[in-house]
C-alpha cells in the first residue's frame, strides 16, 4: 500500500524520513508522536533497554493498526516505525507519523496507533537497572 509504512529496525530510527513519507500537498495536519527512552521508571534508574520482536507477526499487527487509523479517522497516511535490540538513554524507539486534511483527524489516528500498538503488538521491552533487569510488557 502507497499510504502505510511500516518498519521494524536494528538501525537508527529516522524522524524525518516518516515525516517525509506522510506529508502531502492535500493535507492540512501532521502529528508525529516520537517514544524516547528515559532514565527511570518505577522508582528506578533505567540504564539500558532491550526490544524484542516476533517479527512477522508484528508487521501484521502493525499493518492492521494503519488500516483501521485509515478507516475510523479518515487519515491519508501513516508511518510505523519501531526499533528493536539494544537502546540507550534518549534513544528512539518508536515513531508514528499521520497525515490528514484536518489536524484533529491526525491526532486521533496518531494516539489511537501508539495506544493499539502497545496493546496488540508482539514488541517486548526488557528494562536494564543497576541491581539487573526484568522484561516488562509481556504480552500480547
Same mark, same amino acid.
Given at each position: 500500500?502507497?499510504?502505510?509504512?511500516? &518498519?521494524?529496525? =536494528? !538501525? !537508527?530510527?529516522?524522524?524525518? /524520513?516518516?515525516? =517525509? $513519507?506522510v506529508q502531502d500537498p492535500s493535507c492540512g495536519g501532521i502529528a508525529v508522536f516520537v517514544g524516547t527512552v528515559r532514565n527511570a521508571t518505577s522508582n528506578k534508574k %533505567?540504564? !539500558?533497554? /532491550? $526490544?524484542?520482536?516476533?517479527k512477522s507477526m508484528a508487521? &501484521? /499487527?502493525m499493518e492492521k493498526i494503519a488500516l483501521q487509523a485509515i478507516n475510523k479517522f479518515s487519515i491519508h497516511k501513516i508511518a510505523i516505525h519501531h526499533a528493536e535490540g539494544m537502546?540507550?538513554?534518549?534513544? %528512539?524507539? %518508536?515513531?508514528?507519523a499521520v497525515s490528514s486534511a484536518h489536524r484533529k483527524a491526525a491526532f486521533a489516528a496518531c494516539q489511537f496507533a501508539i495506544d493499539t500498538l502497545k496493546e496488540t503488538v508482539p514488541i517486548w521491552k526488557k528494562e536494564y537497572f543497576d541491581d539487573g533487569e526484568v522484561w516488562v510488557n509481556a504480552h500480547p
Amino acid at each position: 500500500m502507497n499510504n502505510i509504512f511500516l &518498519k521494524i529496525t =536494528d !538501525k !537508527k530510527l529516522n524522524l524525518q /524520513e516518516a515525516y =517525509d $513519507f506522510v506529508q502531502d500537498p492535500s493535507c492540512g495536519g501532521i502529528a508525529v508522536f516520537v517514544g524516547t527512552v528515559r532514565n527511570a521508571t518505577s522508582n528506578k534508574k %533505567v540504564i !539500558k533497554l /532491550e $526490544f524484542s520482536t516476533y517479527k512477522s507477526m508484528a508487521i &501484521k /499487527e502493525m499493518e492492521k493498526i494503519a488500516l483501521q487509523a485509515i478507516n475510523k479517522f479518515s487519515i491519508h497516511k501513516i508511518a510505523i516505525h519501531h526499533a528493536e535490540g539494544m537502546l540507550q538513554i534518549g534513544d %528512539v524507539p %518508536v515513531i508514528i507519523a499521520v497525515s490528514s486534511a484536518h489536524r484533529k483527524a491526525a491526532f486521533a489516528a496518531c494516539q489511537f496507533a501508539i495506544d493499539t500498538l502497545k496493546e496488540t503488538v508482539p514488541i517486548w521491552k526488557k528494562e536494564y537497572f543497576d541491581d539487573g533487569e526484568v522484561w516488562v510488557n509481556a504480552h500480547p
